[in-house]
């Protein structure tokens, strides 16, 4: 493999010295670029362009080349695993992810099909090396899946949902069910993750999503148990370095201990979370991902920076932060503000991580 060139994301990961404070923004690549929104109708539909490995390629690659990102995030969805057990995912115009099918019953998941993720999801490999191969060692590559309990509140409710009533019935009125459902899904994303990284992702994220639509109790039992699973299976290293695995669940800041304990090598945090406070709840444990409202992306430059700078001194000296937004990049932002953010981190940055 070639040669990496920046690895101060991967180092930061581990709690390594860099020498500033490393950036990627969740949903980097999106609707945000007009270039993006061109690959995209040129592609046809969102799952079109997730399945076509030189798109997705394309589309990975923008964000790199309007600014200096420390990682690049493969472009798919995390729905990509659902769709293959044979739920039949599509995208409604304004109304987000939808199934054809749900699972609500022991019938239900009997009926989900059994998958290899080399060869029932081998589109998102072959995106992964395709984009390796375009990268050339510029940064590193970032495979991601959802978590189990997030990919099953789409598959029990059918698409995007308030109030979770249908998944949070199964949970707590049939748990040996949800606890089916879950495992399955854990299995199969432990197999999706490690062929991400056998086909050359660098690092991983899982997204719970919606983790922090559930009880102090509930978030235990039906999501961080799933995700340690999954953990405990990936691959440690590949190409002779270590893969690091963030975990971010959206809502989970009253639950950092817990999650900082989970094996994962960092720990994403929401804009909901005071970094300073979560940095003295984890101490050395982890490192730590985040965590900008992406709604500041909105302000202006002057207020974009002094943002970015309280979350630096907030964080303090050292390493072991990854400054990224505390959840998904918003469509409408000016592509000129994450320039500003990006160049607030990069200048601001290098004062914490002197010896």
């Known amino acids: 493999m070639t040669e990496l060139k920046n690895d101060r994301f991967l180092r930061a990961l581990q709690r390594q010295p860099v020498d500033r404070t490393p950036i990627w923004m969740m949903r980097q690549a999106g609707r945000y670029l007009p270039e993006y929104r061109a690959t995209r109708q040129q592609a046809g539909s969102f799952l079109d362009l997730c399945k076509n490995a030189e798109l997705a390629c394309e589309v990975t690659m923008q964000p790199l080349r309007r600014y200096p990102m420390d990682a690049a995030i493969l472009f798919s969805d995390i729905l990509t695993v659902p769709d293959a057990l044979g739920l039949g995912l599509y995208f409604e115009e304004g109304e987000?992810?939808?199934?054809?099918?749900?699972?609500?019953?022991?019938?239900?998941?009997?009926?989900?099909?059994?998958?290899?993720?080399?060869?029932?999801?081998?589109?998102?490999?072959?995106?992964?090396?395709?984009?390796?191969?375009?990268?050339?060692?510029?940064?590193?590559?970032?495979?991601?899946?959802?978590?189990?309990?997030?990919?099953?509140?789409?598959?029990?409710?059918?698409?995007?949902?308030?109030?979770?009533?249908?998944?949070?019935?199964?949970?707590?009125?049939?748990?040996?069910?949800?606890?089916?459902?879950?495992?399955?899904?854990?299995?199969?994303?432990?197999?999706?993750?490690?062929?991400?990284?056998?086909?050359g992702a660098q690092a991983l994220q899982i997204f719970d999503t919606w983790g922090g639509s559930l009880s102090a109790a509930g978030y235990k039992e039906f999501s961080l148990k799933y995700m340690q699973r999954i953990i405990s299976r990936l691959p440690v290293e590949a190409d002779g370095r270590k893969v690091p695995v963030i975990v971010f669940t959206k809502g989970g800041g009253q639950w950092l201990n817990a999650i900082a304990g989970c094996g994962a090598q960092a720990v994403g945090i929401d804009w909901t979370t005071d970094i300073s406070v979560a940095r003295g709840l984890v101490g050395d444990k982890v490192a730590l991902q985040g965590n900008m409202d992406p709604s500041m992306l909105f302000a202006s430059p002057q207020r974009i920076r002094s943002e970015v700078a309280a979350i630096l001194a907030g964080y303090g000296h050292g390493s072991g932060h990854i400054f990224n937004l505390g959840h998904g990049i918003t469509p409408g932002v000016n592509p000129d503000h994450v320039t500003a953010f990006v160049d607030a981190v990069q200048e601001l940055s290098p004062q914490y991580h002197q010896a």
């Open 96 to 199: 987000g992810p939808r199934f054809r099918k749900t699972v609500r019953s022991a019938a239900d998941l009997a009926g989900l099909n059994s998958i290899v993720a080399d060869d029932d999801l081998g589109y998102v490999m072959n995106a992964v090396r395709t984009i390796r191969q375009e990268l050339n060692g510029q940064v590193p590559l970032i495979g991601f899946s959802g978590s189990p309990w997030t990919l099953a509140t789409y598959m029990v409710e059918g698409g995007s949902s308030k109030d979770f009533a249908h998944i949070k019935t199964m949970a707590y009125d049939q748990p040996e069910l949800m606890h089916q459902l879950l495992s399955l899904l854990a299995d199969a994303v432990a197999d999706y993750l490690s062929a991400q990284v056998r086909a």
